[in-house]
């Protein structure tokens, strides 16, 4: 029997006896029941593609006013989880999700309806499912069955891989944000139900004209472009809170309508249920434990893909295991030697160590004689005080003109000149005593401080100036004070022999500490003359051993003393000055201990 026979037997029965409405309370308030629609094209665009059938069911129930409410999922969803609906118009889908989740029942199908069908759109030159791998897909909603779901199992079909390897872009409804992502580069393709990209081309063929389908099958149910089969159209369902009376009554006039939204017997919806088992999803999602089958049917690839990988490594441990062995017994052969060899070198470093330690002492008393005369009139100062003092005390009280207090004074001096020339002693004897190196938290300024009475005196006889300055906020290095010493020493002395000729009002050392900044904090120590200098020559050969300028040099003093300064860590550098004649020598002191 064809569906306009079904609907004119209705017709006729509605009007032999089967009242659909009563005529009693016409002036009462109209019942309101609330249809919810799937909004997929917008609020305006399902709102007024469904007001035919709700204004057909306003005309045949006068006490009732029916609503249209466009949802989206998640919307309607919720609405029917608050029970504020009676009626749903729905994507088949999604009818099954609510169907299982809400029991809401189907009382009639849309027909001669757009077709429920997915569309895949771009503007590039894609042609088959395959080239969406590695690109982007834009659907409303992963939830959506034309807009997604039904694409993704014609993509499970051909290689259930290639969901994974595309990434899928929600736009949220209406659908035509999916193909505007394309246009707007967000994305490379997108899907659409079947005729909506024929819709908004008719709409505004400017902005959509660019995008075709791609991926399409051939059938003779629809002149529009369709990348999946058709499945049956929309359901008109009941809620579960609808009376069963009024479902039945809503039902035959559905059935009866002959213009607008044409609605028939339900359909069967078994292709909808294949699709949705078939992914797993909506009622036949996994809840319960996981079977091997189910879990190597997911996870086959990775599977396959740990096998191997535990294969290899099984390989390369043997593999390796065998090498270790091998090389075992070789380091076990090389081990042997290496003791032999250890000890022997630790006897050689060790002979190294006193030689050179010997190299040391032998410098610092080869500077201390060349100093010995300033050493001499640097004692002979005090020593002349105190004799000084003394005598005058003893012509006081031969004249007997000596007071207590001219006692106090005398004997308050001749004490400090004592402990002057004690002093001078101490730091001479403590400079040539040949010691272990120990290094101690030494200040630059301090250091600096007691080598001064040592290098003033040979620097006042041969009338030369020693002017030095010292950044503040210098930090303290760890150092051993004695062999630093040994070096500004021998540093400041070369300075004044090398201005032996210079002109009186030019002799001058400057001697400056500054602040090193740079991957490696330290100080900088600049010894600066104005003597004869250095050719390029004598620049490349500066502080290599037994090489000299000095007409009686071993050329020990240099070596010694960089020797000293890279054993703190620390670097010695000679120049030319920017400016005037000289030589400029330049320590980096690591403010660390050197490792």
Request: charged share 25%.
């Amino acid at each position: 029997m064809s569906s306009h026979v079904l609907r004119l037997l209705l017709f006729c029965l509605l009007g032999f006896g089967i009242p659909l409405a009563s005529s009693v309370g016409m002036a009462k308030e109209r019942e309101i029941k609330r249809i919810g629609v799937l909004d997929f094209l917008g609020a305006d665009h399902s709102l007024a593609h469904w007001a035919s059938t709700a204004e057909s069911l306003d005309k045949a129930f006068p006490d009732i006013t029916f609503e249209l409410e466009a949802l989206d999922i998640q919307a309607l969803d919720a609405a029917l989880k608050e029970q504020r609906l009676d009626f749903v118009i729905t994507n088949p889908g999604n009818y099954a999700e609510l169907e299982y989740r809400y029991h809401i029942s189907r009382i009639a199908t849309a027909e001669e309806d757009q077709p429920v069908a997915s569309t895949l759109v771009t503007n590039g030159d894609f042609e088959t499912l395959e080239d969406l791998v590695g690109k982007r897909l834009a659907v409303v909603t992963p939830e959506a069955f034309g807009g997604f779901q039904v694409i993704w199992a014609e993509m499970d079909k051909v290689d259930p891989s290639i969901s994974r390897r595309i990434e899928v872009v929600p736009t949220g409804y209406p659908m035509q944000r999916a193909v505007n992502a394309v246009l707007d580069g967000k994305a490379d393709a997108a899907v659409l139900r079947t005729c909506t990209l024929e819709l908004l081309q008719e709409q505004d063929p400017e902005r959509y004209g660019s995008l075709h389908g791609f991926a399409l099958l051939d059938t003779d149910e629809t002149d529009c472009a369709v990348s999946s089969p058709l499945f049956p159209n929309w359901p008109f369902a009941k809620t579960r809170k609808t009376d069963a009376a009024l479902a039945k009554q809503v039902a035959v006039v559905l059935l009866s309508i002959q213009q607008g939204n044409l609605w028939t017997v339900p359909l069967d919806y078994q292709a909808v249920h294949d699709v949705l088992r078939q992914l797993q999803i909506g009622p036949y999602a996994r809840t319960g434990p996981i079977s091997l089958a189910d879990f190597v049917e997911d996870y086959g690839e990775w599977l396959l893909l740990i096998a191997a990988a535990l294969i290899f490594w099984a390989i390369y441990s043997v593999r390796i295991e065998s090498l270790v062995r091998r090389r075992t017994r070789a380091l076990n052969e090389s081990n042997e030697k290496l003791v032999l060899e250890m000890a022997e070198r630790k006897r050689a470093e060790d002979a190294d160590r006193l030689h050179r330690r010997e190299l040391e002492h032998v410098a610092r008393l080869s500077i201390l004689g060349e100093m010995a005369s300033s050493i001499a009139h640097e004692l002979n100062q005090p020593l002349a005080a105190i004799s000084n003092y003394a005598q005058g005390c003893l012509m006081r009280i031969t004249a007997g003109r000596f007071t207590r207090d001219d006692m106090e004074v005398a004997s308050r001096e001749i004490a400090q000149q004592a402990d002057r020339a004690a002093s001078v002693i101490r730091r001479i004897r403590a400079f040539v005593r040949n010691k272990e190196s120990q290094k101690v938290t030494v200040g630059v300024a301090g250091l600096i401080a007691d080598c001064a009475p040592v290098y003033e005196a040979s620097a006042h006889r041969a009338g030369v100036t020693v002017e030095v300055t010292i950044a503040p906020g210098l930090p303290t290095i760890e150092a051993d004070r004695i062999q630093l010493q040994q070096v500004i020493l021998n540093l400041v002395q070369n300075a004044i022999d090398a201005m032996k000729d210079t002109v009186p009002d030019q002799k001058r050392v400057l001697l400056s500490a500054t602040r090193a900044d740079g991957p490696v904090p330290g100080i900088h120590l600049t010894i600066r003359d104005f003597g004869h200098g250095m050719d390029d020559e004598g620049l490349g050969h500066f502080a290599e051993a037994f090489y000299t300028t000095k007409e009686n040099g071993i050329g020990l003093g240099l070596a010694l003393s960089r020797s000293i300064v890279e054993a703190h860590g620390g670097t010695m550098r000679a120049k030319a000055p920017q400016q005037g004649p000289g030589l400029e020598i330049t320590l980096f002191l690591p403010t660390g201990d050197p490792q």
